[in-house]
């Protein structure tokens, strides 16, 4: 069994934030002695290189601030070292020797941001928000623009020609031909980080391994016709979502491991030690968002480490260095000596700061005392901040970076929301009440601790509920000043997109909607509704689109074009909301709509047959977790458990597994129940009466004969 | 530093709060805590290899059949030598002797048994167990006599034992749901802390220094009445204990959180020495020689039974470089963050400068510039507190309005402030067409004390994404919710209170000025000082008057009200004695009523008893004969004597629910008792404030309804 042992060194804090893949390391020149330099990219638009020797770093250079950079990459001719640093800076291409001289400047003449590059030989492959462009020696060669947006790519280096695959925000996964797409391949989870097989892509080629959003990892071989997935690692605790992955031999068994970092700062190392499938072996659990990691030589050329740079621009190692060694201590107290210098110096530093801050301040009060036309500005500071829908639990993670600490964090709804505390964050939240007449459902605020620049939050939403979401978040420096950031909550919320086709067997209810609108504007109100709708209606005169509620499985297909659309699911609720929400749309624009629908009972049948097992599942559970301590109890005073059915001891033997399962699904039952009413609400109001008086009936009757779906669905058909 | 020595599972839950530590053989610990099922289990290490990582020990369980919501260890008995088991419920506390499996004595204790601590209390020459409970405390020497009692503001939530004033003898600390912590020089209150929510623990230190936690998650530490720190997590703390970490022969404050968390903080600045975390919440945290005598350990409880054990022990020299490595890198982290945000700050207000100086000189500018926001720099906002009385459409509130000095808008303002809402904040966020430049934030206080306003004010334009946060403190007085009106004759209160001082009214009237929301200064040209409030939540009056002659006549049909005044006043003033007299026709009343309530609740309560033991015996016999008819293979006589047993089951039913209800009702009318009581001492300060209650106690004990009333009114008889 490896033990692995790492412990922190930092080495540098750069001025700005650095995002993901925004860090390299350049490869050794000379295995036996040098270490590794270190090149990276800031969103200030510094690029800097840099050595480290005895803990201090050297710079081999550092250019000027300028655009953003959003990625750094490392190139060279086919068959050399790549050790030409490559940056991306907004709508621009850079290229820097390692001497620091600039060689190579490319314009792309597009509006647009660069969002992810990879460079191979000659080829320079960009991708904007949604188009993907291949360059050849600063040539266009292809071009292809989706309907969903890019998060990433990589270049499959295949012998006779390299092929580029994309990941799309529609959690699917594209390799290319030319200006053509191959094929789809479904991942799990929305993906945002993709690499190649222990950085070449595995004996194929073809291997890649994606991270998701949601925290979810794979591997998967891209074939010429179709994908294999290899392995798939699901995120059953609600780890936070993949931000890098590498691959690099830190066990020092021989086999690169799986190096990966999450949002969170949790670093995880994987082995293939034995199988094809990785084993976690060693976590370390740090604070900040790491956006970039790789294992290399840094700091000691005689001990691997792991790099790992923060979005708020720390760059510090993880080292297998040991902090004492056997002698006693020695290395670490001579360490020790250095470090209170600078800590010293540091501190001499933040006074001497201070000072000069209190007097230009003072300096500035009578400024505008005397100047009454003089203006206060403030400036943004750079925040990341995500609104995403995580499969596992159907509900919202809201993730807050920023550059610099936080005061605190004001979240706002004008609909109402479930807000769940999150056991990672250390900020006091607070619900505040709230006034209707204010338009406000929600008000919290989380008041955040010292140094805080990362917040978690997770939100339940309800479908048919929309609205937007309100953060101001509040900087910790002065001049004080908080920044607006809005989400919209939409209104089909736990809706995702999907590939799989529906089955023309399955019953669907269909609503058909006609009237005078455009192709344009029929877009614009599903885009409204709908999670992952492209900006602009695709090209073709009609338009398909399918999503499943990732809650209770049903299916959604939407096809439209001009003057026509029609709807199908099996869900009544769904079909319900888009139309409130169409009707409210087409009223908004003076549109008049002819609605027809065509409801089958069946269907209600379906969903219920859905539903009803999940109901019993959940309300089973419920009643084994009531029941652990009550039974703990009959048998605590030393007397068997034979005195218990077999039921019973059952649940006493899987206690721990009964209450880790509930506490994770804390609220599933009641979602489902609540369902079951719109449900029920939705099919009578499609019918014309309104039924909320018979709710309580109908609740009863499901407390009794869940179990018995048949007999529940007669029920709820008979009412 | 702290190293882990031993860990167990219990196997049962434990309780939190209930968990204690006693020799009861007087040579061993043993761990003992509340579990599921009314019971208290024993835990005893059972001697074995000290090395061992796992510690062997047996688990014993004792019935006591009614929930325990208390529990403490101590040598009430002193000739023993050895530690007893006082367990307290809702109705009772009983003192054990282990060793001997047996019961001390049992009392009965109406008030209930929320908290119990045991040892010397003032000069009192015998151990005690003292015993908070509904609004009252209670001391019980070893016979069960009860030797001291008094009264506090309301449920008694936690009891610490320490000398607060130095005179060598023990203060009893006490923290309630009131959210005061009181010190009792035996049955003479010496001092009162206000805090913000219910005290859930205390925890005596070094000297006059104790640690306290409330249910909101703040842990600090008081010195005297002085606080010293104090932090504020999103957990809550679950207890507290003394335990010296760095061995500097100082204890420092641990606490257990309700996330399983255990961390150790410095006695002098709160900074946190030591971590760990156990698996589920904390249920209690002891100190005890649990497995080498002589060797105090730390022992850490949690609800689901897991009990871990750590020893203070001299680092190794390799050890400690490495934490000082570890520790001097996290400064290292700190202070480079610090430095970033100052470095910004600079620049910001550099920037601004060179703005002022050359306006319009923007293409200079750096090239990447991030969007920002620009308001008027000499903007400022007013800010103006009003009492507002109830009206159809709102309750009566405190408003403060607030505005901008120009076109700029208030878009947000949010409001922290302690014990005025549920959460610790108020946010106002009008709907984005009602977003003007000026802006009301109602706040209710829900009792009269002084609070510290801190309001962030987000100012920009309308349409704007980024607004500049304006920072302001306002204090709001203790007497907030008073509104000051014209003096009229009508409407006078009946109820008053009036006494002597010796001070002039200008310095009287700076205290009014300072502890109610007046518009501007209240400064009457009259000889004599004649001033009208209406207290705005019940719309009734409260009248003040003093005559040149020193003499004060508080006029106030709410009792709790006047002695607040006489409290704030006296504290103002530096009255250190002071004696009043006055009377509270509608209060005492009610109070006459409930007295004959409580008695008529007691008789019942007696009745009810006995005819539950009258039927007990019935029903054995039922159950006698009807088996005997059974045997007897008589099948109707049995069927007969079994329906008579369901209907006598179903009477006790009856009963019983009687009896709970009853109970309930007493509980309430004994609660209102009490603070009637404590309201009475809080018209007096000093020695005049221990008499009356005394006096009080004495009348309820005698159960002198007319004496309680004039001891109430003058304080003496």
Same mark, same amino acid.
């Given at each position: 069994?490896?033990?692995?042992?790492?412990?922190?060194?930092?080495?540098?804090?750069?001025?700005?934030?650095?995002?993901?893949?925004?860090?390299?390391?350049?490869?050794?020149?000379?295995?036996?002695?040098?270490?590794?330099?270190?090149?990276?990219?800031?969103?200030?638009?510094?690029?800097?290189?840099?050595?480290?020797?005895?803990?201090?770093?050297?710079?081999?250079?550092?250019?000027?601030?300028?655009?953003?950079?959003?990625?750094?990459?490392?190139?060279?001719?086919?068959?050399?070292?790549?050790?030409?640093?490559?940056?991306?800076?907004?709508?621009?291409?850079?290229?820097?020797?390692?001497?620091?001289?600039?060689?190579?400047?490319?314009?792309?003449?597009?509006?647009?941001?660069?969002?992810?590059?990879?460079?191979?030989?000659?080829?320079?492959?960009?991708?904007?928000?949604?188009?993907?462009?291949?360059?050849?020696?600063?040539?266009?060669?292809?071009?292809?623009?989706?309907?969903?947006?890019?998060?990433?790519?990589?270049?499959?280096?295949?012998?006779?020609?390299?092929?580029?695959?994309?990941?799309?925000?529609?959690?699917?996964?594209?390799?290319?031909?030319?200006?053509?797409?191959?094929?789809?391949?479904?991942?799990?989870?929305?993906?945002?980080?993709?690499?190649?097989?222990?950085?070449?892509?595995?004996?194929?080629?073809?291997?890649?391994?994606?991270?998701?959003?949601?925290?979810?990892?794979?591997?998967?071989?891209?074939?010429?016709?179709?994908?294999?997935?290899?392995?798939?690692?699901?995120?059953?605790?609600?780890?936070?979502?993949?931000?890098?992955?590498?691959?690099?031999?830190?066990?020092?068994?021989?086999?690169?491991?799986?190096?990966?970092?999450?949002?969170?700062?949790?670093?995880?190392?994987?082995?293939?030690?034995?199988?094809?499938?990785?084993?976690?072996?060693?976590?370390?659990?740090?604070?900040?968002?790491?956006?970039?990691?790789?294992?290399?030589?840094?700091?000691?050329?005689?001990?691997?480490?792991?790099?790992?740079?923060?979005?708020?621009?720390?760059?510090?190692?993880?080292?297998?260095?040991?902090?004492?060694?056997?002698?006693?201590?020695?290395?670490?107290?001579?360490?020790?000596?250095?470090?209170?210098?600078?800590?010293?110096?540091?501190?001499?530093?933040?006074?001497?700061?201070?000072?000069?801050?209190?007097?230009?301040?003072?300096?500035?009060?009578?400024?505008?005392?005397?100047?009454?036309?003089?203006?206060?500005?403030?400036?943004?500071?750079?925040?990341?901040?995500?609104?995403?829908?995580?499969?596992?639990?159907?509900?919202?993670?809201?993730?807050?970076?920023?550059?610099?600490?936080?005061?605190?964090?004001?979240?706002?709804?004008?609909?109402?929301?479930?807000?769940?505390?999150?056991?990672?964050?250390?900020?006091?939240?607070?619900?505040?009440?709230?006034?209707?007449?204010?338009?406000?459902?929600?008000?919290?605020?989380?008041?955040?601790?010292?140094?805080?620049?990362?917040?978690?939050?997770?939100?339940?939403?309800?479908?048919?509920?929309?609205?937007?979401?309100?953060?101001?978040?509040?900087?910790?420096?002065?001049?004080?000043?908080?920044?607006?950031?809005?989400?919209?909550?939409?209104?089909?919320?736990?809706?995702?997109?999907?590939?799989?086709?529906?089955?023309?067997?399955?019953?669907?209810?269909?609503?058909?909607?006609?009237?005078?609108?455009?192709?344009?504007?029929?877009?614009?109100?599903?885009?409204?509704?709908?999670?992952?709708?492209?900006?602009?209606?695709?090209?073709?005169?009609?338009?398909?689109?399918?999503?499943?509620?990732?809650?209770?499985?049903?299916?959604?297909?939407?096809?439209?074009?001009?003057?026509?659309?029609?709807?199908?699911?099996?869900?009544?609720?769904?079909?319900?909301?888009?139309? *409130?929400?169409?009707?409210?749309?087409? #009223?908004?624009? $003076?549109?008049? /709509?002819? =609605?027809?629908?065509?409801?089958? &009972?069946? @269907?209600?049948?379906?969903?219920?047959?859905?539903?009803?097992?999940?109901?019993?599942?959940?309300?089973?559970?419920?009643?084994?977790?009531?029941?652990?301590?009550?039974?703990?109890?009959?048998?605590?005073?030393?007397?068997?458990?034979?005195?218990?059915?077999?039921?019973?001891?059952?649940?006493?033997?899987?206690?721990?597994?009964?209450?880790?399962?509930?506490?994770?699904?804390?609220?599933?039952?009641?979602?489902?129940?609540?369902?079951?009413?719109?449900?029920?609400? *939705?099919?009578?109001?499609?019918?014309? #009466?309104?039924? $909320?008086?018979? /709710?309580? =009936?109908?609740?009863?009757?499901? &407390?009794? @004969?869940?179990?018995?779906?048949?007999?529940?669905?007669?029920?709820?058909?008979?009412? | 530093?702290?190293?882990?020595?031993?860990?167990?599972?219990?196997?049962?839950?434990?309780?939190?709060?209930?968990?204690?530590?006693?020799?009861?053989?007087?040579?061993?610990?043993?761990?003992?805590?509340?579990?599921?099922?009314?019971?208290?289990?024993?835990?005893?290490?059972?001697?074995?290899?000290?090395?061992?990582?796992?510690?062997?020990?047996?688990?014993?369980?004792?019935?006591?059949?009614?929930?325990?919501?208390?529990?403490?260890?101590?040598?009430?008995?002193?000739?023993?030598?050895?530690?007893?088991?006082?367990?307290?419920?809702?109705?009772?506390?009983?003192?054990?002797?282990?060793?001997?499996?047996?019961?001390?004595?049992?009392?009965?204790?109406?008030?209930?048994?929320?908290?119990?601590?045991?040892?010397?209390?003032?000069?009192?020459?015998?151990?005690?167990?003292?015993?908070?409970?509904?609004?009252?405390?209670?001391?019980?020497?070893?016979?069960?006599?009860?030797?001291?009692?008094?009264?506090?503001?309301?449920?008694?939530?936690?009891?610490?034992?320490?000398?607060?004033?130095?005179?060598?003898?023990?203060?009893?600390?006490?923290?309630?749901?009131?959210?005061?912590?009181?010190?009792?020089?035996?049955?003479?209150?010496?001092?009162?802390?206000?805090?913000?929510?219910?005290?859930?623990?205390?925890?005596?230190?070094?000297?006059?220094?104790?640690?306290?936690?409330?249910?909101?998650?703040?842990?600090?530490?008081?010195?005297?009445?002085?606080?010293?720190?104090?932090?504020?997590?999103?957990?809550?703390?679950?207890?507290?204990?003394?335990?010296?970490?760095?061995?500097?022969?100082?204890?420092?404050?641990?606490?257990?959180?309700?996330?399983?968390?255990?961390?150790?903080?410095?006695?002098?600045?709160?900074?946190?020495?030591?971590?760990?975390?156990?698996?589920?919440?904390?249920?209690?945290?002891?100190?005890?020689?649990?497995?080498?005598?002589?060797?105090?350990?730390?022992?850490?409880?949690?609800?689901?039974?897991?009990?871990?054990?750590?020893?203070?022990?001299?680092?190794?020299?390799?050890?400690?470089?490495?934490?000082?490595?570890?520790?001097?890198?996290?400064?290292?982290?700190?202070?480079?963050?610090?430095?970033?945000?100052?470095?910004?700050?600079?620049?910001?207000?550099?920037?601004?400068?060179?703005?002022?100086?050359?306006?319009?000189?923007?293409?200079?500018?750096?090239?990447?510039?991030?969007?920002?926001?620009?308001?008027?720099?000499?903007?400022?906002?007013?800010?103006?507190?009003?009492?507002?009385?109830?009206?159809?459409?709102?309750?009566?509130?405190?408003?403060?309005?607030?505005?901008?000095?120009?076109?700029?808008?208030?878009?947000?303002?949010?409001?922290?402030?302690?014990?005025?809402?549920?959460?610790?904040?108020?946010?106002?966020?009008?709907?984005?067409?009602?977003?003007?430049?000026?802006?009301?934030?109602?706040?209710?206080?829900?009792?009269?004390?002084?609070?510290?306003?801190?309001?962030?004010?987000?100012?920009?334009?309308?349409?704007?994404?980024?607004?500049?946060?304006?920072?302001?403190?306002?204090?709001?007085?203790?007497?907030?919710?008073?509104?000051?009106?014209?003096?009229?004759?009508?409407?006078?209160?009946?109820?008053?209170?009036?006494?002597?001082?010796?001070?002039?009214?200008?310095?009287?009237?700076?205290?009014?000025?300072?502890?109610?929301?007046?518009?501007?200064?209240?400064?009457?040209?009259?000889?004599?000082?004649?001033?009208?409030?209406?207290?705005?939540?019940?719309?009734?009056?409260?009248?003040?008057?003093?005559?040149?002659?020193?003499?004060?006549?508080?006029?106030?049909?709410?009792?709790?009200?006047?002695?607040?005044?006489?409290?704030?006043?006296?504290?103002?003033?530096?009255?250190?004695?002071?004696?009043?007299?006055?009377?509270?026709?509608?209060?005492?009343?009610?109070?006459?009523?409930?007295?004959?309530?409580?008695?008529?609740?007691?008789?019942?309560?007696?009745?009810?008893?006995?005819?539950?033991?009258?039927?007990?015996?019935?029903?054995?016999?039922?159950?006698?004969?009807?088996?005997?008819?059974?045997?007897?293979?008589?099948?109707?006589?049995?069927?007969?004597?079994?329906?008579?047993?369901?209907?006598?089951?179903?009477?006790?039913?009856?009963?019983?629910?009687?009896?709970?209800?009853?109970?309930?009702?007493?509980?309430?009318?004994?609660?209102?008792?009490?603070?009637?009581?404590?309201?009475?001492?809080?018209?007096?300060?000093?020695?005049?404030?221990?008499?009356?209650?005394?006096?009080?106690?004495?009348?309820?004990?005698?159960?002198?309804?007319?004496?309680?009333?004039?001891?109430?009114?003058?304080?003496?008889?």
């Amino acid at each position: 069994m490896l033990e692995l042992q790492l412990n922190r060194v930092d080495y540098l804090k750069t001025i700005s934030s650095v995002t993901q893949k925004c860090m390299r390391l350049l490869p050794r020149d000379n295995v036996k002695k040098d270490t590794q330099k270190i090149a990276i990219g800031e969103s200030n638009g510094t690029v800097q290189l840099f050595t480290v020797r005895k803990k201090e770093t050297t710079a081999l250079f550092k250019t000027t601030p300028g655009k953003r950079i959003c990625r750094v990459e490392l190139g060279g001719r086919l068959g050399e070292i790549s050790d030409r640093i490559f940056v991306a800076s907004e709508n621009e291409v850079k290229g820097f020797s390692k001497k620091g001289k600039q060689f190579y400047t490319f314009d792309t003449n597009v509006n647009d941001m660069i969002r992810c590059m990879s460079i191979l030989g000659s080829s320079l492959y960009t991708c904007t928000e949604t188009t993907y462009t291949h360059y050849v020696e600063s040539k266009e060669v292809d071009t292809l623009t989706f309907a969903a947006k890019l998060n990433d790519i990589v270049v499959l280096p295949l012998p006779i020609q390299s092929m580029p695959v994309v990941a799309c925000q529609d959690r699917l996964l594209r390799p290319l031909h030319k200006s053509s797409v191959l094929y789809d391949a479904e991942v799990p989870g929305i993906p945002t980080t993709l690499v190649l097989s222990n950085k070449t892509g595995g004996p194929t080629k073809s291997e890649i391994v994606y991270g998701t959003s949601d925290g979810r990892l794979g591997q998967v071989e891209i074939g010429s016709i179709s994908a294999s997935t290899k392995w798939e690692i699901a995120n059953p605790k609600h780890l936070s979502g993949i931000s890098a992955i590498d691959f690099f031999d830190i066990l020092a068994d021989g086999v690169p491991d799986m190096i990966v970092a999450r949002e969170d700062g949790t670093v995880e190392v994987f082995n293939f030690e034995t199988t094809d499938e990785p084993v976690l072996k060693y976590t370390y659990n740090g604070t900040e968002s790491i956006t970039n990691i790789e294992g290399g030589v840094v700091g000691n050329p005689n001990y691997d480490e792991l790099i790992c740079c923060t979005y708020q621009g720390w760059l510090f190692g993880l080292t297998s260095q040991p902090l004492q060694n056997e002698l006693g201590g020695e290395v670490v107290m001579v360490q020790n000596d250095e470090l209170k210098g600078r800590i010293d110096d540091l501190k001499n530093e933040v006074d001497e700061l201070q000072r000069r801050l209190t007097k230009e301040r003072e300096r500035y009060q009578t400024l505008i005392q005397t100047d009454s036309r003089a203006i206060s500005t403030i400036r943004e500071f750079r925040v990341n901040d995500r609104f995403q829908l995580n499969r596992d639990d159907a509900t919202y993670n809201l993730i807050i970076e920023s550059e610099i600490p936080i005061d605190n964090i004001i979240l706002q709804c004008d609909v109402i929301l479930d807000v769940l505390d999150v056991e990672k964050n250390s900020a006091v939240m607070s619900f505040s009440d709230c006034d209707p007449k204010d338009n406000n459902a929600v008000l919290v605020t989380y008041r955040c601790q010292m140094n805080t620049t990362r917040l978690e939050m997770h939100v339940r939403t309800i479908e048919g509920h929309y609205g937007t979401l309100q953060l101001y978040i509040t900087s910790k420096i002065q001049p004080r000043c908080s920044m607006l950031r809005r989400h919209t909550i939409k209104p089909l919320s736990l809706h995702q997109r999907s590939s799989t086709a529906i089955d023309p067997n399955k019953r669907m209810n269909v609503m058909k909607i006609t009237g005078s609108f455009s192709y344009a504007e029929i877009h614009s109100w599903i885009q409204f509704c709908l999670a992952d709708v492209p900006d602009r209606p695709p090209v073709d005169k009609e338009n398909r689109l399918i999503y499943t509620n990732i809650f209770l499985q049903t299916q959604l297909e939407c096809v439209y074009k001009q003057d026509e659309a029609v709807f199908r699911s099996e869900n009544v609720s769904t079909i319900s909301i888009l139309k *409130d929400v169409m009707s409210k749309k087409a #009223t908004e624009k $003076k549109i008049t /709509l002819n =609605i027809s629908y065509e409801l089958s &009972n069946e @269907t209600i049948a379906s969903t219920l047959a859905q539903i009803l097992p999940m109901i019993s599942y959940y309300k089973t559970l419920t009643d084994q977790y009531n029941l652990i301590d009550p039974l703990k109890e009959l048998v605590m005073d030393g007397s068997t458990d034979e005195i218990l059915t077999p039921e019973h001891r059952k649940v006493l033997d899987n206690a721990d597994s009964i209450r880790e399962h509930y506490k994770q699904t804390p609220v599933h039952l009641n979602r489902l129940c609540s369902m079951v009413a719109d449900l029920f609400i *939705d099919k009578h109001k499609f019918e014309g #009466t309104n039924v $909320k008086a018979k /709710l309580p =009936i109908l609740f009863d009757k499901l &407390n009794t @004969t869940f179990t018995q779906p048949q007999v529940f669905i007669d029920f709820f058909n008979s009412l | 530093m702290l190293v882990p020595v031993f860990s167990l599972q219990l196997n049962n839950k434990v309780f939190p709060r209930t968990v204690a530590v006693g020799k009861f053989n007087g040579k061993r610990s043993c761990l003992v805590g509340a579990t599921a099922g009314n019971k208290v289990f024993i835990h005893s290490p059972q001697d074995n290899n000290p090395q061992a990582q796992q510690l062997e020990g047996n688990v014993s369980l004792l019935n006591v059949n009614q929930v325990v919501t208390s529990l403490a260890c101590g040598q009430l008995d002193e000739q023993l030598k050895k530690d007893l088991l006082v367990v307290g419920t809702n109705t009772n506390i009983t003192a054990y002797d282990i060793d001997r499996n047996v019961d001390l004595f049992f009392k009965e204790t109406p008030d209930g048994a929320h908290a119990i601590t045991i040892g010397k209390w003032g000069e009192l020459p015998e151990q005690l167990a003292i015993v908070g409970g509904n609004c009252s405390i209670h001391g019980f020497n070893k016979k069960s006599e009860d030797v001291l009692w008094t009264v506090t503001g309301d449920h008694v939530s936690s009891l610490a034992l320490l000398d607060f004033n130095g005179d060598g003898y023990n203060e009893l600390v006490v923290g309630s749901q009131d959210y005061d912590i009181r010190v009792f020089r035996e049955d003479q209150l010496i001092s009162e802390m206000q805090e913000t929510e219910t005290i859930v623990s205390l925890c005596p230190l070094i000297g006059a220094r104790f640690g306290y936690a409330l249910a909101n998650g703040t842990v600090g530490i008081y010195e005297r009445s002085n606080r010293n720190w104090r932090i504020k997590s999103r957990s809550i703390a679950i207890v507290l204990q003394a335990y010296d970490v760095d061995g500097d022969g100082v204890d420092e404050l641990v606490t257990g959180w309700s996330n399983g968390k255990v961390d150790i903080r410095s006695d002098r600045n709160g900074e946190v020495i030591f971590k760990d975390s156990l698996n589920s919440s904390v249920a209690g945290i002891v100190k005890a020689d649990y497995r080498v005598p002589g060797e105090n350990l730390l022992i850490c409880c949690s609800n689901e039974g897991e009990v871990r054990g750590f020893k203070f022990s001299e680092q190794g020299v390799n050890a400690a470089a490495a934490n000082l490595y570890k520790d001097q890198q996290e400064a290292i982290r700190d202070l480079a963050q610090k430095k970033q945000a100052l470095l910004l700050e600079h620049q910001n207000i550099q920037d601004a400068i060179e703005k002022i100086k050359k306006p319009g000189n923007e293409q200079n500018k750096q090239i990447a510039l991030d969007p920002a926001a620009e308001i008027p720099a000499n903007t400022e906002i007013q800010t103006i507190l009003t009492v507002e009385q109830n009206r159809n459409d709102s309750p009566a509130h405190i408003a403060i309005r607030m505005k901008t000095s120009n076109h700029t808008i208030i878009r947000v303002v949010t409001l922290f402030a302690e014990g005025l809402f549920k959460g610790e904040c108020l946010v106002v966020h009008p709907a984005t067409n009602q977003v003007r430049e000026n802006i009301v934030v109602p706040i209710i206080p829900p009792r009269d004390a002084p609070v510290d306003l801190h309001l962030q004010i987000f100012v920009g334009l309308k349409s704007s994404t980024l607004y500049h946060v304006f920072e302001l403190a306002r204090p709001l007085p203790m007497f907030s919710m008073y509104l000051l009106t014209e003096n009229s004759p009508e409407g006078e209160p009946k109820g008053f209170i009036s006494f002597t001082i010796n001070e002039r009214i200008p310095r009287v009237l700076v205290w009014i000025n300072h502890h109610f929301l007046l518009a501007q200064e209240y400064a009457p040209n009259t000889p004599s000082l004649f001033v009208t409030f209406l207290a705005v939540r019940n719309n009734e009056k409260l009248i003040i008057k003093m005559q040149n002659t020193g003499q004060i006549t508080i006029r106030t049909d709410d009792m709790e009200l006047a002695g607040n005044i006489v409290q704030s006043l006296g504290k103002f003033l530096n009255i250190e004695v002071l004696q009043t007299a006055g009377d509270f026709p509608q209060e005492l009343e009610t109070l006459q009523k409930v007295f004959s309530h409580i008695e008529e609740y007691q008789t019942v309560r007696q009745r009810i008893s006995s005819d539950m033991a009258e039927h007990a015996n019935i029903i054995r016999s039922f159950l006698i004969r009807a088996e005997d008819s059974r045997l007897i293979g008589d099948i109707s006589a049995m069927k007969r004597h079994y329906l008579d047993l369901l209907n006598l089951n179903r009477d006790l039913i009856n009963g019983y629910k009687i009896r709970c209800t009853n109970h309930e009702e007493l509980m309430k009318n004994l609660r209102y008792l009490n603070q009637m009581v404590q309201k009475a001492g809080n018209l007096r300060i000093g020695k005049f404030k221990t008499i009356t209650i005394n006096q009080c106690r004495s009348a309820i004990k005698t159960n002198n309804a007319q004496l309680l009333i004039k001891s109430i009114k003058t304080g003496n008889v």
